[in-house]
């Protein structure tokens, strides 16, 4: 019997605990099962991830497991591994990486065993029932309907909104029951999948993609470059009919924002199987059931946002990643891993495909696509109608602006109105740190060292260059025409509310940003009462963009687009590409096309025109080949370390000790310590060092290698600081 174990523990420290095994165990403990560890004073769940005969330290100093929650591993092994792997890659923990991994209710102990599943289905006095005897009450009608489908577990019927009344309604009339049965034993889907629609007809493209997709066996990532409405949807339903008449699991990825009823409700239509649905809205409990759901085999699809990467299967089929430029893939908080880059990962280790699907693909996939690791497959019709957007730039130098507005632009404005059609204005509110731009000649400043613009600290009173640290005094007057119009100032959401609502007296307004959404629920009902025509003009964030169809919008504009364009993050031009077509793509209708226009100080930039006269994809090509040049992702790799202190020093020395510990050459660059373009937040002090490297292994290597100095830093403990690899946000 061995008698030691490493356990991974959810404790910031990079390192595992070595414990002894009680010799008394049941049953023999195994790699990757769960258990309770005295840690300090506390008592810590961990997963074991060794198990050996030898200790380096002497075994009476070792305290022992208290107790083992599993009777087997809780991760499969192409799971498990994944996990391993982030950690090395992320540099965390691998406690912290597989505390990620798992739903909480596990990480607090529950069991992990298949239990029962609540569901609701019809008695047969409800299956004796028609439609038309509910004509007046729709909701019950529309549960009536569902259920005539096939059953729904408790869960879809949370997800998919159902009225609770109506569900109440139905089962005092003693038409539906709520019905409980063991977790393990239907998995009819595999034997017989019954189809709930028929599929549309595939055009021409899309029917090449699912052949192409169809017999991929193994791994194989493959991005799927489609505009908005060239049907990637049908394509992945397709696709999955094929992987679930296999008898195989599909796990599909969306974005925050793109997680709605209509999308659960798509492939609850198309198939009549269990769908799990993991996101962060879930309690502990629905959350621990769908993933049991999902690892027991009883649901058939997965679908969940950026965590459900780390659901398990019993049958992996295929992973889908919708939208997958989409910025909420990435985890900003702790540890900051990137759900894209894992769902491919895992396709390689579990061996089934990848399907990365986009309109606007990042770079970095778009990279991977054109130099052959990826397969490539393009949508380039409309499924539904074809739809022309007539575009235009407000060139607004020197032309007066009302809260960022100019003349013509609410003229326009008008026109639709009256017309009775919606209006959609958009603002970027990433600019807290603007680039600095002449208000009369239009000029950007720019740095003297290399490509990149200036980005204005009001605070400090400097402008910076986020690309190679330089920095200078804000200057009085424009480097290109003397003016001393210089803006460096982003305008709000809430001063535009303001000035439409005096404007146009006759026309309600709604704004839609962080503020106005966060209760759960409030961007469902407002983008209800948009869609029934109550609000006229929408002012809006970048939420608005993502997944929402406006039928009524005739007019979009987008007010900031210097701001949105220039900005201190070198995404910020591929950002803005994806914002604009996914917002061009969304308004009006082939009876109604929509007008979208742009306000900028730079109506002569090559970017924007490469933007709107030749259209995303040759624009992302054309940004991809600069970063090349400018060194920078995806040809270049980055660690962002950040350090926030009370004391501006604390936080600057901290990382020019870190700096000193790197090596610097020409395929090793250092930036910094510099202050982050948001420099100071909740009275924080906000320094940042940017790492860059050519080669991927180095990187690694150099990082494996200092992280245990680094952290043996006494300047480290005063300072909160963190490590961003690949980081989606600079500031
Ligand atoms: P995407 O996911 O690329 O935005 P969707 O799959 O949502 O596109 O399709 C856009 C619209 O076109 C939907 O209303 C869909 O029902 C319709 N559609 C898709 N494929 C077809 C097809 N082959 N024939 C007819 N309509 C289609
Ligand atoms: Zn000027
Ligand atoms: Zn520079």
Known sequence: ?????????????????????????????????????????????????????????????????????????????????????????????????????LPVALRKGASAAPEFISYYALTDKGAAATLASLKRSPAQQKILQQLQQGELTTEEVQVLELSKTAIKALKDKDWIGLYERPLVADRHWREQLELGEQPLKLNKQQAVAVAALTVQTGYQCTLLEGITGSGKTEVYLSLLETVLKQGKQALILVPEIGLTPQTINRFKRRFNVTIAVIHSGLTDKQRLDAWRQARCGEAAIIIGTRSALFTPMMWPGVIILDEEHDASFKQQEGVGYHARDLAVMRGHLEDIPVVLGSATPSLETLHNALNGRYAHLQLGERAGGALKVRQGIIDIRNLPLRAGMSQPLLNEMRLHLQAGNQV????????????????????????????????????LGEIRCHHCGNQ???????????????QGQGIGTEQLEAMLTKEFPDYPVVRIDRDTTSRKGSLEKQLAAIHRGEYKILVGTQMLAKGHHFPDVTLVGLLDVDGALFSADFRAPERFGQLYTQVAGRAGRASKPGTVLLQTHQSDNPLLKDLLHRGYGEFARSQLS????ALLPPAWHMILIKAEAHQASDADTFLAEFAALLPQDNAFEV?????????????????????????????????EQLLPQAEALTSGKRCRWSLDRDPQDLL
């Not at 305290?63 to 965390?92: G, Q």
């Not at 310590?673 to 490297?693: E, T």
């Open 1 to 101: 019997m061995p008698q030691f174990a490493e356990v991974a523990l959810p404790v910031p420290m990079r390192q595992n605990f070595t414990y002894q095994i009680p010799t008394n165990l049941a049953w023999p403990l195994e790699v990757g099962m769960r258990v309770r560890v005295p840690f300090g004073r506390q008592q810590l769940i961990g997963l074991v991830v060794n198990i050996s005969d030898e200790c380096a330290l002497p075994p009476q100093q070792l305290k022992a497991i208290n107790v083992v929650l599993d009777s087997s591993p809780l991760l499969s092994e192409p799971l498990y591994k994944l996990t391993l792997w982030a950690a090395r890659y992320y540099l965390c923990s691998q406690g912290q990486m597989l505390t990620q991994a």
């Open 424 to 459: 959609l204005l958009f603002l970027n509110r990433r600019g807290f740190a603007p680039a600095l731009i002449c208000h009369e000649c239009g000029y950007l400043h720019e740095c003297d060292r290399c490509d990149a613009f200036f980005t204005v600290h009001q605070a």
């Open 472 to 486: 200078y005094a804000i200057p009085r007057q424009c480097h290109h025409c003397g003016s001393t119009m210089l």
């Open 671 to 703: 930036i910094g310590p510099m202050p982050a373009p948001l420099d100071r937040k909740a009275g924080k002090f906000r320094r940042q060092l940017l790492v860059q490297a050519a080669d991927r292994k180095r990187l690694q290597q150099v990082f």
């Open 626 to 629: 600069e970063r090349q040049q």
